[in-house]
């Protein structure tokens, strides 16, 4: 079975500085990673995914995320925060094709100026 | 490309109406669509799996007869929520995944969401 889990359920950033969302991962299998952010009342945009290829995966709004098989990890980074950051992140793991996505419990991110 | 659009955008319903929540994929085919359901602060909870022009697959715990779904073709699914009850207020979520004969596998994985119906039954 697959699970995610993300270790902070809150992370507070000042506008300008780095952003480091948690998340590892438990697969019996070579997983699918994906980070999506979700804007309040608003549906899922994805920020990148890792697909067995490159384990260093960039994203859109300048994100990216490292896979580390050792680690079990795939955590999510921005070298600068913007206001418009403040959203919810969620890690998701899947086996592969055909077979479901496995959502973590989600991050909350706040920004402040 | 990939959108998804799912239609009402918020309903307001009576208690013991049915609603009916429609999701289409807007410029791709997608064999498997996916319901999932989101409480406030929570994460999404996969309801059910919808193949088109199969029966769903629903995930235990999820009631067959009052969350019905159907997917008569490839740019449609449809889940109705029968004889609605407050309990059933939540922001419900579709996923759509493309047919993809070859090419490209690495886009094989993903889901592509739709904006979510906001459900309040009074």
């Known amino acids: 079975a697959q699970s995610v889990t993300q270790l902070d359920s809150h992370v507070s950033v000042s506008e300008g500085t780095p952003v480091l969302l948690r998340c590892n991962y438990s697969?019996?299998?070579?997983?699918?990673l994906f980070w999506y952010v979700q804007h309040p009342n608003k549906g899922l945009q994805l920020l990148l995914k890792?697909?067995?290829?490159?384990?260093l995966v960039k994203g859109i709004n300048g994100f990216e995320a490292e896979f580390k098989k050792s680690e079990t990890s795939f955590h999510l980074t921005k070298p600068s925060a913007h206001m418009s950051d403040a959203a919810e992140y969620f890690c998701?793991?899947?086996?592969?094709?055909?077979?479901?996505?496995?959502f973590g419990p989600g991050t909350r991110l706040s920004v402040l100026p | 490309g990939a959108v998804v659009s799912q239609h009402p955008s918020w309903v307001i319903c009576k208690s013991g109406t049915s609603v009916k929540i429609e999701c289409r994929s807007l410029?791709?085919?997608?064999?498997?669509m996916f319901w999932y359901r989101q409480f406030p602060k929570q994460s999404l909870m996969l309801m059910a799996t919808?193949?088109?022009?199969?029966?769903?697959?629903?995930e235990q715990g999820v009631e067959k007869d009052k969350f019905l779904i159907n997917h008569a073709s490839l740019t449609l699914s449809t889940l109705t929520v029968t004889s609605a009850h407050p309990e059933d207020s939540s922001f419900y979520i579709c996923?759509?995944?493309?047919?993809?004969?070859?090419?490209?596998?690495?886009?094989?994985?993903?889901?592509?969401f739709g904006p979510g119906t906001r459900l309040t039954v009074t």
């Open positions: 998701v793991v899947t086996r592969g094709y055909g077979q479901n996505f496995v």
């Open positions: 890792y697909t067995s290829a490159a384990t």
């Open positions: 410029d791709f085919q997608a064999t498997t």
């Open positions: 996923s759509a995944r493309e047919v993809r004969a070859s090419g490209d596998f690495s886009s094989s994985y993903e889901q592509y």
């Open positions: 919808s193949n088109e022009g199969s029966k769903a697959t629903y």
């Open positions: 697969s019996s299998y070579s997983p699918s």
